[in-house]
């Protein structure tokens, strides 16, 4: 970063008053993004992402479960008809 060389005092403040307001928005951003990140963590919130976290693994997993569970209801079947 090379330094800047200022021929007025004017010119100081200018940058001095720029690089404050800089500062005022990035401040603003972290509060409004502190407010909504504590708007979003309500119980309600944590419950619908876990539900729907756990609803998207059974939809992908789902031909994964039949084809396991299949084996053992045929085995079921099996040994109801023989009477065991």
């Keep these: ?3 800047k060389k200022y021929c007025s005092y004017a010119a ?3 940058d001095l008053e720029i690089l404050k307001l800089e500062k005022d928005i990035n401040y603003q ?3 409004l993004s502190f407010q909504k990140t504590k708007e979003s963590i309500t119980p309600q919130n944590i419950v619908n992402g876990f539900v729907s976290s ?3 693994y059974v939809r992908k997993s789902y031909p994964q479960i039949i084809q396991s569970i299949i084996p ?3 085995n079921w079947f099996m040994n109801k008809k023989r009477g065991n």
Excluded: G
């Design 1 to 3: 970063m090379e330094k």
């Design 29 to 31: 951003k972290l509060i």
């Design 12 to 14: 100081i403040e200018r």
């Design 72 to 74: 053992f209801v045929i």
């Design 54 to 56: 756990y609803t998207d």
